[in-house]
């Protein structure tokens, strides 16, 4: 293992010369994804901020799935997935890969423009290399599994020493064992399987996908439970965030009024009268420590909404 890691952990270094490359103009990457209006990552990815990705760990899924059906954004989850450990989420931003089955004059033609632009190795260790902290990276392969294998523990200690997040793979992945040793990594995939990857080429890098019957742009926010991967827009990513964050804080002072009998469940599941409303803000008051976000933040948000 540790021989392993040392090879994953040079494979990291070796791969910078090539983090520029792309398969569609920055120019198209930027229409795309034209809805975000913040920074972005030189090939045209939006950049969504760090600490919003910090706070992205501690929101549900259902409360975020939940919002973005509101508002149109209906083919954004996925589940049926197999995972290295249940309980460890992969959370940031997505670099997505697309693979297709391959053919010789295909495979060549891939992998002569590779060498040209720089790039070591087999195609699936391409969109490693331009991974960056806080990245997770999302392979449509066409659901793959025998030889479908995209990683293995290598490879997935170079994805984590470069990321400290995980996998998405609409494929497999090899070496289970290996990657359980992996404290904080996590790989969302159809199965695991011994065989080594075949039969696939690299199609597009940083590019639209399909991961089941999900969509999933680069840039997009990956947030995942054990029951599925959630792929939250970038340009609504803040508004999910601080929406489930709300939901949270709701659902925790609810509980604790009817634990303490003060209101009924009634009262609590309907609109709130002034009188709930004002015990709501006086227990922000007492339990600062409840709040993910600023006062202020939170102020600005409860003037906009019916709560």
């Known amino acids: 293992m540790k021989y392993k890691h040392a090879l994953a952990i040079l494979f990291c270094f070796i791969g910078i010369a090539s983090l520029t490359a792309q398969t569609i103009p920055r120019e198209e990457l930027i229409f795309l994804t034209s809805e975000w209006k913040g920074e972005r ?34 083919n954004q989850f996925e589940g049926n997935w197999k995972m290295v450990h249940d309980d460890v989420p992969v959370i940031g931003r997505a670099l997505t890969a697309l693979y297709m089955p391959s053919r010789p004059d295909l495979l060549k033609s891939i992998m002569d423009r590779g060498k040209e632009e720089g790039r070591i190795g087999n195609s699936n260790s391409w969109p490693i290399a331009m991974l960056g902290k806080h990245d997770v990276y999302v392979a449509d392969c066409f659901g793959k599994i025998s030889q479908g294998t995209l990683i293995g523990d290598s490879l997935a200690t170079a994805i984590f020493n470069k990321t400290g997040t995980g996998v998405i793979f609409d494929g497999s992945a090899r070496d289970l064992s290996g990657m359980a040793q992996i404290e904080g990594f996590n790989a969302f995939v159809r199965d695991f399987d011994p065989t080594f990857l075949e039969e696939v080429v690299l199609m597009g890098l940083n590019t639209p ?8 742009l680069p840039g997009d926010l990956v947030i995942s439970e054990r029951e599925g991967v959630l792929f939250i827009p970038a340009h609504l990513a803040e508004e999910v965030i601080i929406t489930a964050e709300f939901i949270t804080i709701r659902d925790t002072f609810g509980y604790e009024m009817l634990r303490s009998g003060r209101f009924s469940s009634g009262q609590m599941d309907n609109a709130w009268t002034d009188e709930i409303k004002e015990a709501f803000l006086k227990w922000l008051d007492d339990n600062p420590d409840q709040l993910p976000m600023s006062r202020a933040q939170l102020d600005e948000f409860m003037s906009q909404r019916t709560w």
């Open 41 to 74: 990552f030189e090939d045209g990815r939006p950049k969504i901020p760090n600490d919003l990705i910090k706070r992205a760990r501690h929101i549900g899924i259902e409360e975020a799935w939940q919002v973005m059906y509101n508002q149109g954004y209906k």
């Open 209 to 216: 996908i399909r991961i089941g019957k999900a969509i999933c």
